[in-house]
C-alpha cells in the first residue's frame, strides 16, 4: 500500500493522536491531529510513528539486570532473523501453534472488508498463517516492524508505545494479541485501552504461555535454558522472571477483571492445568448492551 492509501486505512480504522486522543485529519503529506497538531507521517521504514512525546518515565531496577539487558539484545535480533528455535520443524510445531490455532479463527470470522489489529506484531508472523486485506500490526520496536514491512508489504505498521493505543474508543471490531501480554509490566493499563477500544461486540484473541505451571518451568530448565546459556552465556531464568513478568494466572485474572467473557482453551492436552501444558489461546468478549 502507498502511503497516502495507508493514511485512509488509518482513518477508516479509527485512529487517534496518541499524545491528546485528538482526530486526526489528512493534509499534505502526513496525517495531522486536529487539536493538538502533531503531525503523523511514514519514515523511510514505512513504519508510522505513534510513539507518545512524553515518553513514561519509570525504569524499574530489576530491568536493569545485566542478563536481561543482554537478552533484550539478543531478543531483537532474533525477531529480525526469525527466531533460531523455528529452524527445527519439530520445535516450530510448538513455539507456532498459536499463530496457526488463532490464524484459522480468525480467518473465519473476519470479512473481507474488515480490519485486524495486532498487538505486538513482531516480525509477522501471524501473517504468514492467512492472507487477510486489511492488517494493521502495532509494536515497541521500530527495528521488527521494518522487517514486518518487508515481508508484508501490504500490511500496515505502527510503532506504539504499548500502554496507550492510538485508537478511538469503541472502534476495533477484531483484535489479536499473540505471546504478548505476559510481557507487559503495565498489565491493567494495557488491558483497560485494549477494552476501551474494542467495539461492543468485537472480539480480543489472545495466546499466553502456561507461564507459571511445571511443563513450562521445565522446559526452560531442560531445553531452552542450557541451549541459551551455551549460545549466548545468559542466564535463562533471570531473564524469564522478568521477560514473562505475568504468569498465566495473572493474566487470566487481568482478563476476568476487564471482559464479560472469557473463553479459553488449554494446548496441547485440553485439560485446564498449567502444569501439563504449554499454552492457552482463546478470545474475550465486551459485555454486550442489552
Ligand atoms: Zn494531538
Redesign the pocket.
Given at each position: 500500500m502507498s502511503e497516502e492509501e495507508e493514511k485512509d486505512f488509518l482513518i477508516r480504522t479509527g485512529i487517534n493522536?496518541i499524545?491528546?486522543g485528538?482526530a486526526l485529519k489528512k493534509a499534505p503529506n502526513c496525517l495531522k491531529?486536529n487539536?493538538?497538531k502533531?503531525k503523523y507521517s511514514r519514515n523511510k521504514l514505512k513504519v508510522w510513528d505513534f510513539t507518545p512525546k512524553q515518553k513514561p518515565a519509570i525504569y524499574l531496577d530489576f530491568y536493569k539486570n545485566e542478563d536481561y539487558q543482554k537478552w533484550t539484545k539478543v531478543f531483537e535480533e532474533q525477531e529480525i532473523y526469525d527466531w533460531s528455535i523455528y529452524n527445527s520443524k519439530f520445535k516450530r510445531v510448538f513455539s507456532k501453534a498459536g499463530h496457526r490455532i488463532l490464524g484459522r479463527r480468525i480467518k473465519r470470522s473476519i470479512k473481507d472488508d474488515e480490519t485486524l489489529v495486532e498487538i505486538g506484531a513482531g516480525g509477522g508472523a501471524l501473517l504468514d498463517e492467512f492472507k487477510i486485506n486489511n492488517y494493521l500490526g502495532l509494536d515497541t520496536s521500530m527495528k521488527v516492524l521494518a522487517v514486518l514491512k518487508k515481508r508484508h508489504p501490504n500490511a500496515t505498521a505502527i510503532c506504539v508505545s504499548g500502554r496507550k493505543l492510538p485508537f478511538q474508543s469503541s472502534s476495533i471490531i477484531h483484535l489479536v494479541s499473540l505471546h504478548t501480554l505476559e510481557h507487559i509490566y503495565h498489565l491493567a493499563e494495557h488491558l483497560q485501552e485494549v477494552k476501551r477500544i474494542l467495539k461492543q461486540n468485537g472480539k480480543f484473541y489472545f495466546v499466553i504461555p502456561t507461564e507459571g505451571g511445571w511443563a513450562f518451568y521445565l522446559g526452560r530448565l531442560l531445553f531452552t535454558g542450557p541451549h541459551v546459556r551455551r549460545k549466548y552465556k545468559i542466564n535463562a531464568h533471570e531473564v524469564m522472571a522478568r521477560e514473562h513478568i505475568n504468569d498465566a494466572r495473572r493474566v487470566l485474572k487481568f482478563l476476568r477483571f476487564y471482559f464479560s467473557s472469557v473463553k479459553k482453551t488449554f494446548w496441547p492436552i485440553s485439560i485446564p492445568i498449567l502444569s501439563i501444558n504449554v499454552m492457552i489461546y482463546g478470545f474475550c468478549k465486551n459485555k454486550k448492551e442489552t
Open positions: 493522536c499524545d491528546c485528538g491531529c487539536k493538538c502533531r
